[in-house]
């Protein structure tokens, strides 16, 4: 077997270890926190699933009979543990669809905002910090530097609120809110993306100017390489090294930050079903949700992995040599 | 030298990438029939069952119950032509069209609307599941429900979304609906819950086609966006403006306001059997603490929002020339304190045998005026002495700390319209036993007496004389202090002709729209 073929089994046996522990210990814990909220669930789920209006004593006891809520903690704890054991994440208390339809749902939000989000954020930042390192100290690093204080200085909230009344109510070229179309998702993506752009300009800056540095590159450039081959061969590459770690630690952000973002777009993802299950006690869908959360950092870690370990040979060789 | 010219035109191309996305732009000329019609409001659709979330699809017409109501809330014809009752009121027949059929083409049959009509009755929050029903039968092309008592209220009851009536096809195997397959002018063509439902003209419908082919309906949860959606031009009927959003939408040219007074008060719910609050002397000092005109003012941007009764008058019948109204009037609530033995204590707050004259009042997020009436609420009472703790949770808290005992004050926004018949809700307001959105622990007999006489049908004159001696005593004796009244409202692009508000919200009558020319 190849040490690349070691190193691969190694890493994907260690992920699947973490995603299993992480899967039961996100369960337990959340179904503990929403156990010990205040409040009486059985009314809280009554009042998500017909309106305040309708919430009275009565129907309060009939959601209480329906779901059993008065049965021990541990026996529903266990039930549920049961059901997910053979991947079935049952039905939301609140609404009563599939739960796996309604994560299913808003995780494909969240992904498509949070993914072109990643791609703003890449392109932009990339390109800044790929310019600002041609020349350190100079005026467009200076520039540049003035860009990352800036756009980190900035809340989602306010950065949102200026794209929609620039973009959409001035000049009327998106629409300030919704979901499904493709016009819908560029005010969010752009409002998460510029967000992010500043630490991948700074990262990807350093990386460069470091990389620059190198006496490979120097070599190459010696020898006569061409400036565009130097820079796609030998400092993007090993730029990436640094880069798509600290881009995967950034995509963990942006899923657990995305909740302003979409309720200020009324953007259908993951952090307006976990707002809602908690309100509502929705223990299914919260579960399943915080669950997929978690299971999503587990795979994006074990996607920078393999990147990495794609990108860069050297721990390869090392345990070669072992 | 050139790449690095090429590293400079990403930039730019970045922007003409993101800017080409927006290939449908928001403010585009939009060429009027061609277009569907969008409707945004603050309903999420959550579910297609019609007791959780039927009130969507009534209103975009979609579903239809067997009865409805008209702009001035008199019952008519929904799918039902005719109803009548017989053997003592304890049985309603109620006449299906011959000529009717759902959106997947099937005939709506009497056995179809019976399979509808037993599924709401078996949801607690329905009104029917309240109905005295002993049974429900086909009779030709009939459906008769036969009730263990008489009940008057029954065609009322049927005007609520709950019992919309859908097609067999619309269940799966498990008894969840999966498509809402109705009987209405339109049709669902694609449903993204809860975010958006489109759709579209129903060919097949009994009735005359409407003007309007499309409809798409978008749920946007914060009030500032929808306002932004109505003045840019993102949206042609815009629901649930907040004050600010209303003043945008007035200095656009090109959108008007429509709105009509809801049955609604805003009201603060009193614990009659709290040991301070049974006193009937402290609840009149806390109504007149109030000063109602400058909190609708304040909060609600409307001086005349006001309720100096509990009904509103949108409520015609509910009224009563011998009720006097509710002043805001400092000095006697002080006097009345005095009175009930409360006297000024060192620090402002008043105290009777050494206890601090202090109240806690529980109200929720919801509706976004209820907090901030609630400080308002606060603030007054504070300065005839009286200390409010003011707490903003779940809705559902306050029928849980009625049910425990433990709710002192609520400050809540009751619909006293939720079928067509008012009745319905006061008689459930003023139930004895007490109501989780009504009174608690406070009963009259003349109230009880005067609720059961119109329950059990008294018309004319004697209807007339119960309905004055239940708002006369409520007002006498406040178990439910009223705030404020409640106007919805909603911004009309100059695009759409013929739009009308409902005041009890049963349907958008979307049929009754044209396109400007």
């Known amino acids: ?322 | 030298m050139r790449s690095s010219t090429r590293t400079r035109l990403l930039l730019p191309l970045l922007a003409s990438v993101v800017l080409g996305a927006s290939a449908c732009s928001a403010g585009a000329d939009r060429a009027g029939s061609a277009e569907p019609l969008r409707i945004v409001g603050p309903f999420e659709v959550h579910s297609l069952d019609p007791a959780l979330d039927g009130e969507v699809f009534t209103r975009l017409q979609v579903s239809e119950t067997l009865v409805t109501s008209d702009l001035e809330g008199e019952l008519t014809a929904g799918l039902a032509t005719t109803w009548s009752s017989s053997r003592g009121d304890r049985a309603w027949t109620f006449t299906l069209p011959r000529d009717a059929t759902f959106h997947d083409g099937t005939p709506v049959t009497p056995g179809a609307v019976v399979a509808a009509l037993e599924k709401a009755a078996q949801e607690a929050a329905s009104p029917l599941a309240a109905a005295p029903i002993r049974q429900i039968r086909t009779a030709g092309a009939s459906v008769v429900v036969e009730l263990s008592r008489p009940y008057l209220t029954l065609p009322a009851v049927l005007t609520h979304y709950s019992t919309a009536i859908l097609a067999p096809a619309s269940y799966g195997a498990d008894g969840h609906v999966t498509e809402v397959i109705g009987t209405g002018p339109y049709r669902v063509t694609s449903a993204e819950l809860p975010a958006s439902i489109q759709t579209t003209r129903f060919d097949n419908w009994r009735g005359e086609a409407p003007a309007v082919e499309d409809v798409t309906f978008q749920a946007v949860g914060r009030p500032e966006s929808r306002a932004l959606m109505a003045v840019s031009d993102q949206a042609d009927v815009v629901f649930g403006l907040e004050p600010a959003g209303r003043e945008r939408v007035s200095a656009s040219d090109d959108v008007q306001m429509a709105s009509s007074l809801q049955p609604r008060t805003i009201l603060l719910k009193v614990n009659a059997g709290h040991p301070v609050l049974r006193d009937v002397r402290v609840r009149r000092a806390l109504s007149m603490a109030l000063d109602r005109e400058a909190m609708a003012e304040a909060v609600l941007r409307e001086e005349e929002l006001a309720a100096t009764r509990l009904l509103p008058p949108s409520l015609a019948g509910w009224q009563s020339d011998g009720t006097e109204e509710l002043t805001h009037d400092v000095e006697q609530a002080e006097s009345l304190l005095e009175e009930a033995g409360w006297t000024e204590g060192a620090d402002g707050i008043r105290v009777r045998d050494g206890e601090p004259l202090r109240l806690t009042l529980l109200t929720y997020p919801d509706r976004a005026e209820l907090p901030a009436l609630a400080t308002a609420i606060q603030a007054a009472l504070r300065e005839v002495g009286v200390e409010l703790s003011v707490t903003v949770s779940n809705s559902s808290e306050i029928p849980s700390g009625q049910a425990d005992g433990s709710l002192e004050l609520a400050l809540i926004a009751k619909h006293f319209a939720l079928v067509s018949d008012p009745l319905i809700d006061v008689a459930d307001v003023f139930a004895p036993e007490g109501s989780d959105w009504g009174v608690m622990s406070w009963s009259d007999p003349a109230v009880d007496r005067a609720v059961e006489g119109l329950l059990a049908g008294a018309t004319g004159a004697e209807a007339t004389r119960h309905r004055e001696t239940i708002v006369d005593t409520a007002q006498e004796e406040l178990p439910l202090i009223p705030v404020s009244w409640y106007r919805m409202n909603a911004a009309v692009s100059d695009r759409v002709e013929g739009f009308r508000m409902d005041p009890l919200e049963t349907s958008w009558r979307l049929t009754d729209l044209t396109w400007s020319s």
């Open chain 1, 1 to 322: 077997m190849s040490s690349r073929a070691t190193a691969l089994g190694r890493i994907l046996v260690h992920r699947a270890a973490q995603g299993l522990g992480v899967a039961v210990l996100v369960s337990v814990l959340c179904f503990l926190v929403v156990r010990n909220l205040p409040g009486d669930a059985a009314f809280r789920i009554a009042a998500g699933r017909y309106g305040y209006d309708l919430v009275d004593q009565e129907t309060a006891a009939d959601v209480r009979a329906e779901l059993g809520l008065d049965q021990p903690a541990w026996r529903q704890l266990l039930a549920w543990l049961g059901d997910l054991a053979q991947l079935d994440l049952g039905r939301s208390l609140v609404t009563s669809r599939p739960v796996v339809e309604e994560v299913g749902y808003f995780l494909l939000g969240t992904l498509q905002l949070t993914a072109a989000a990643l791609v703003v954020a890449t392109l932009l930042g990339g390109t800044i910090g790929v310019l600002a390192a041609r020349r350190p100290g100079g005026t467009l690093d200076r520039l540049a530097t003035a860009w990352v204080a800036a756009v980190r200085a900035a809340p989602p909230f306010l950065l949102g609120l200026l794209l929609v009344v620039v973009l959409s109510a001035q000049l009327g070229l998106l629409p300030a809110v919704g979901h499904g179309d493709a016009a819908s998702l560029v005010l969010p993506a752009l409002t998460l993306g510029i967000g992010l752009s500043g630490l991948v300009a700074r990262v990807t800056r350093d990386a460069v100017v470091e990389v620059r540095a190198a006496d490979f590159v120097r070599f190459a450039q010696t020898k006569g390489m061409a400036d565009r081959w130097v820079l796609l061969r030998h400092v993007v590459r090993n730029a990436a090294v640094v880069l798509v770690p600290y881009l995967g630690i950034q995509a963990v952000i942006l899923v657990e930050g995305v909740v302003v973002v979409e309720s200020l777009f009324a953007w259908q993802g993951l952090g307006h079903a976990l707002v809602h299950a908690v309100f509502w006690r929705d223990v299914p869908v919260l579960q399943a949700s915080a669950l997929v959360l978690a299971l999503l950092i587990v795979t994006v870690n074990t996607v920078v992995d393999l990147l990495v370990l794609w990108l860069d040979p050297r721990p390869r060789r090392l345990e070669a040599r072992a």
